[in-house]
């Protein structure tokens, strides 16, 4: 079965300064990947998301995310963090069986703090 | 804009009550999902539903019950709420895995359960 584990539950951060935030998973099948985003009092909203084809992926906001199959991670980055960039983000896995139904997993969350 | 909605965003209920937490989707998507999420463990899946009047357990389904009579309607039911039910109750839809695409899910903003 699929777990998915972040490295941090929170990351502080200054304004303007880069950011990356770990993630690895464990599966026995391919798998495909997913980014979400959740601001304050709002459901999450999907960042990016790896299918197929290149390793690294861009998303919404000016984040990227690079796929490395050898060390099953998916990190996500992004070179300079403004203030709106607070919130909590989710790493996802969707394994690719047909007795998945295409369920994400979900890490535990990493908290990123801006501060000015 | 496609939009998964969920009915309340707060809820107040009393220990024993039988809740009704609703989500309706205008995407015309397969599969439908409830999550909870707390503090530290993330996401966690109660039950989804991958057709009409389909139902199947998630991780943490003790507790909880869940009703799709139309596609675009999908139910959590909480039987006799108890206090460790407060929780954020996330609804989610998606496509169906067999059309070989999974563009993750689409979220509503949270139904915030307190039980006292």
């Known amino acids: 079965a699929q777990s998915v584990t972040q490295l941090d539950s929170q990351v502080p951060v200054f304004e303007e300064a880069p950011v990356e935030l770990r993630c690895n998973y464990s599966?026995?099948?391919?798998?495909?990947l997913f980014w979400y985003v959740q601001y304050p009092n709002q459901g999450l909203q999907l960042l990016l998301k790896?299918?197929?084809?290149?390793?690294l992926v861009k998303g919404i906001n000016g984040f990227e995310a690079e796929f490395n199959k050898s060390q099953t991670s998916f990190h996500l980055r992004k070179p300079s963090v403004h203030i709106s960039d607070t919130a909590e983000y989710f790493c996802?896995?969707?394994?690719?069986?047909?007795?998945?139904?295409?369920?994400?997993?979900f890490g535990a969350g990493t908290q990123v703090v801006v501060t000015p | 804009d496609v939009k998964v909605t969920q009915s309340s965003r707060y809820l107040v209920k009393r220990t024993g009550e039988k809740v009704f937490l609703e989500c309706v989707q205008d995407m015309d998507h397969e599969n439908m999902f409830w999550y909870r999420q707390d503090p530290g463990l993330g996401l966690r899946l109660i039950y989804f539903?991958?057709?009409?009047?389909?139902?199947e357990k998630g991780d943490i389904p003790e507790g909880y019950s869940v009703s799709r009579e139309k596609k675009e309607r999908f139910s959590l039911i909480l039987e006799s709420a108890s206090t460790n039910q407060t929780s954020m109750y996330l609804c989610?839809?998606?496509?169906?895995?067999?059309?070989?695409?999974?563009?993750?899910?689409?979220f509503g903003s949270g139904t915030r359960l307190t039980v006292v």
């Open positions: 989610a839809s998606s496509l169906s895995y067999m059309t070989g695409n999974n563009y993750g899910y689409t």
């Open positions: 599966s026995s099948v391919s798998v495909y």
């Open positions: 996802a896995v969707s394994e690719l069986t047909t007795d998945s139904w295409g369920k994400l997993q």
């Open positions: 539903s991958y057709d009409v009047k389909m139902k």
């Open positions: 790896y299918l197929s084809g290149s390793t």
